[in-house]
């Protein structure tokens, strides 16, 4: 089962930027199967790579427009990614080494983090977004 499903509350009425927060979801969906199905670590490794970078596109993608746009909480938002942004690191460094593995812990931290941001945080810029014409 999903532990993560897509829902309409969770859209931003932004095509480009809906189509990259499904695929962040997808792949937190497949590194939860990864765990579950006891999959090798070159399988697990492949995900988290995956997602690291999608994840930096996806909130440089985010920033181009907050930037474009001139939007007021681009310093506050830009920090809440950098965060993230270390923390994949960090986890993918320690999975790398051997310091850790994958576990639920991990996974729900995943999940309620991009959940809560997109909702809380990504939310905030939408109406701007929309008003510049991106739909
Ligand atoms: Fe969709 Fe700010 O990340």
């Known amino acids: 089962m999903a532990l993560v499903t897509w829902s309409d509350k969770y859209s931003m009425n932004i095509k ?17 199967d990864a765990m579950l199905q006891a999959k090798s670590k070159e399988v697990a490794l492949g995900i988290i790579n995956n997602m690291a970078e ?27 990614h950098d965060k993230f942004i270390e923390k994949v690191g960090n986890f993918k460094n320690d999975y790398e080494s051997g310091k850790t593995g994958l576990s639920f812990d991990l996974l729900n931290f ?16 939408s109406p701007l977004f929309n008003e510049k014409g991106l739909n």
Do not use: C
Not at 110 to 125: A, G, N, P, R
């Open 110 to 125: 995943l999940k309620d983090w991009l959940v809560t941001h997109i909702q809380e945080s990504d939310k905030k810029y």
């Open 16 to 32: 480009e930027i809906d189509e990259q927060h499904q695929s962040l979801v997808r792949m937190i969906n497949e590194l939860h």
């Open 54 to 80: 999608y994840t930096q596109y996806h909130f440089s993608t985010e920033e181009k427009y907050m930037q474009q746009f001139e939007y007021p909480g681009y310093a506050a938002h830009k920090k809440e």
